[in-house]
């Protein structure tokens, strides 16, 4: 079975307690590994995006890396690496961001996208929405504009789409509860 009859998340493993205890962890490394399934994700997610004339696909380190450099390909697109500070070996600018335990930020080089580039920010996963509000930040910090933000999964029950209004999101796959 492919294309979108293609059951996405029954190929993502859910574990317990990981990376600590009171976590659901979304593994998606089996849909990575299926071919056909790799491809209804990338297809599903260019199928949202492609009327939204996408430049530019940013993607945060390191699981947005997954799929966000496909998802540009699909589009016609080229792919920026958003990466934890220190990585990147060119003039950056930086957004930061809240973690559960503190603060965390991300990184793009400064000459990444040009004024008036059409940016759709893309992760694997909305959770508290953290990252995306970062990397949304990083985009409107250069001059770019956010055209959309996408997920493979969005966990609705953490409300991380209140931290993107203003900016039309979509996920492939919803988990309304935990």
Do not use: N
């Amino acid at each position: 079975m492919s294309g979108p009859d293609l059951d996405l998340r029954s190929r993502i493993r859910d574990i317990a307690d990981f990376p600590k205890p009171g976590i659901v962890f979304r593994d998606i490394t089996p849909l990575m590994a299926e071919p056909a399934a790799l491809d209804a994700a990338v297809l599903g997610l260019a199928g949202w995006a492609r009327e939204r004339r996408v430049d530019l696909v940013l993607g945060a380190e390191a699981r947005g890396f997954l799929l966000g450099p496909a998802l540009a390909r699909e589009l016609g697109a080229g792919f920026v690496l958003a990466r934890k500070p220190g990585k990147l070996p060119w003039e950056t600018v930086s957004a930061e961001y809240l973690l559960e335990y503190g603060t965390d930020s991300l990184e793009v080089h400064t000459d990444a996208l040009h004024h008036g580039s059409r940016v759709l920010v893309h992760d694997d996963l909305l959770a508290t929405g953290g990252t995306a509000k970062a990397l949304c930040d990083l985009v409107e910090q250069l001059g770019g504009e956010v055209v959309g933000c996408s997920f493979l999964i969005e966990l609705a029950f953490l409300g991380g789409r209140g931290r993107l209004a203003g900016h039309e999101v979509h996920a492939l796959l919803v988990d309304e509860a935990e």
